[in-house]
Nanobody, 121 residues
Framework: QVQVVESGGGLVQPGGSLRLSCAAS????????MGWYRQAPGKQRELVAR???????TYADSVKGRFTISRDNAKNAVYLQMMSLKPDDTGAYYC???????????????WGQGTQVTVSS
């Protein structure tokens, strides 16, 4: 079964921290680079953090130095530790492969329901 479940979002004040978690089915996670994507209101979804199957991590410039991505291969899990949060970090956060997972050739991209992060005072 193809499934991604994101959790850990919420409302936080500027400067605060959150830790997002993602549980993915083996079909999505196995031997695949994984990433956290963010979709801010009125904007396109963007990849903000990526971890390769071997553990190499890359970040969008907007989150570099504040966000840390990690993966637990034994649990098919991906995490995003977010610190020094800013209002611009507000959005829905999604976990997926990089490139994003398609259940079949020619099919649409599979996305989970995401988890909402709101940074506001």
């Amino acid at each position: 079964q193809v499934q991604v479940v994101e959790s850990g979002g919420g409302l936080v004040q500027p400067g605060g921290s959150l830790r997002l978690s993602c549980a993915a089915s083996i079909s999505i996670f196995s031997s695949r680079a994984m990433g956290w994507y963010r979709q801010a209101p009125g904007k396109q979804r963007e990849l903000v953090a990526r971890v390769s199957s071997g553990g190499l991590k890359t970040y969008a410039d907007s989150v570099k130095g504040r966000f840390t991505i990690s993966r637990d291969n034994a649990k098919n899990a991906v995490y995003l530790q977010m610190m020094s949060l800013k209002p611009d970090d507000t959005g829905a956060y999604y976990c997926n492969g990089d490139p994003p997972f398609r259940p079949a050739i020619g099919s649409g991209i599979y996305w989970g329901q995401g988890t909402q992060v709101t940074v506001s005072s």
